[in-house]
């Protein structure tokens, strides 16, 4: 007799009437050692506990990127899931989040103000049980230009246009490459060894160049 073991899913609390210090006295006292991801949105805060589903997609886009900006020899600065802030307005932590046209800007800094920095190039959102868009809502607010979304079952490329996002074919970071097929490599994920998935795409990302030189 065998027994199925059930992953919890993520664990996702909503709150409102929040105020911006005690959004930030939550991120303080949880710096040191946390999993919990906090989203803040005018008053509304969102906490959530990442499954094990989510960090594992997490961690496959990331490297994916890291593998796009290898092959075709893109400077990239990865700031994972650092907290970007517009003070007293919004607060979020991208699951995956790029320095790429704006590397420069940021380039050996420890510490990122809105106020005085360019957003992200690319952030990476992983949404498997919960919705996204307030979260998009604050990205755009912020400008970040492009946001790679996955709820478990479609990816999609989101282009800024117009203080909101279109879904596109092509990636602005990574342009002239087939961008969509990622959803294949997804599909295989949890089945197929981490490292062989990220040998079979590398592969892959080197035959689209092949194609195009």
């Known amino acids: 007799m065998t027994s199925n073991t059930l992953i919890p899913p993520e664990e996702i609390i909503h709150l409102s009437g929040i105020s911006w210090q005690t959004y930030e006295a939550l991120l303080n006292e949880l710096s040191a050692s946390r999993r919990l991801r906090l989203t803040y949105n005018y008053g509304n805060l969102e906490i959530m506990v990442p499954s094990p589903e989510h960090e594992r997609y997490k961690k496959v886009i990331g490297r994916f990127v890291e593998t796009l900006a290898e092959e075709l020899a893109v400077r990239i600065e990865p700031l994972g899931s650092t907290t970007f802030k517009r003070p007293n307005l919004t607060g979020a932590e991208p699951d995956e989040s790029f ?9 050996g800094k420890n510490r990122i103000d809105l106020q005085q ?3 992200p ?10 919705g996204s868009q307030e979260r998009l809502q604050i990205y755009a607010s912020m400008g970040v230009l492009e946001v790679w979304l996955y709820d478990g079952n479609v990816f999609s490329i989101n282009i800024l246009q117009n203080h909101k996002y279109v879904v596109v074919e092509e ?7 087939p961008i969509q097929q990622i959803s294949r490599f997804l599909e295989q994920v949890g089945q197929k060894d981490y490292l062989d998935l990220i040998k079979e795409f590398r592969n892959w990302v080197r035959s689209q160049i092949q194609k195009d030189s």
């Not at 320095?99 to 940021?106: E, F, K, M, S, T």
Request: net charge negative; no cysteine.
């Open 121 to 130: 190039d690319l952030v990476v959102e992983i949404d498997i049980t919960s």
């Open 117 to 119: 920095d360019p957003p």
């Open 171 to 177: 990636s602005l970071a990574f342009p002239n490459l």
């Open 99 to 107: 320095y790429i046209l704006n590397l420069n800007a940021v380039k």
